[in-house]
């Protein structure tokens, strides 16, 4: 079971950019996809799909709302998932959450909440 504790959030101005990271203890990474979720508390009941790193072939997968200005990587030497964030905007404000891809209930963490204001 995968316990993965996220960093790395903060406060961002639009246009900003942040680097959040994973780091996912319990099991190594192995050959497990990976991938990134958020939340916004106020509003949502379920997290929903950012990005995520395939394992096998080594390719990625983003929802179009953040294609071209996220872009997802992993170290599996240190069983860390990063999610590089450019160009951020007020809408990309949330909660975010590193998961199994597709995400197993069991394993989500407390996530880094991200917050793009100015």
């Known amino acids: 079971q995968v316990q993965p504790v996220e960093s790395g959030g903060g406060l961002v101005q639009p246009g900003g950019s942040l680097r959040l990271s994973c780091l996912a203890s319990g099991r190594a990474f192995g050959r497990g996809d990976m991938g990134w979720f958020r939340r916004v508390p106020e509003r949502d009941v379920e997290r929903e799909f950012v990005?995520?790193?395939?394992?096998?072939?080594?390719?990625?997968h983003y929802s179009d709302a953040v294609k071209g200005r996220f872009t997802v990587s992993r170290d599996d030497a240190q069983n860390t998932l990063y999610l590089q964030m450019n160009d951020l905007r007020p809408e990309d404000t949330a909660v975010y959450y590193c998961?199994?891809?597709?995400?197993?209930?069991?394993?989500w963490g407390q996530g880094t909440q991200v917050t793009v204001s100015s």
């Open positions: 990005a995520a790193f395939m394992w096998n072939g080594r390719y990625t």
């Open positions: 998961n199994s891809y597709p995400p197993k209930t069991g394993e």
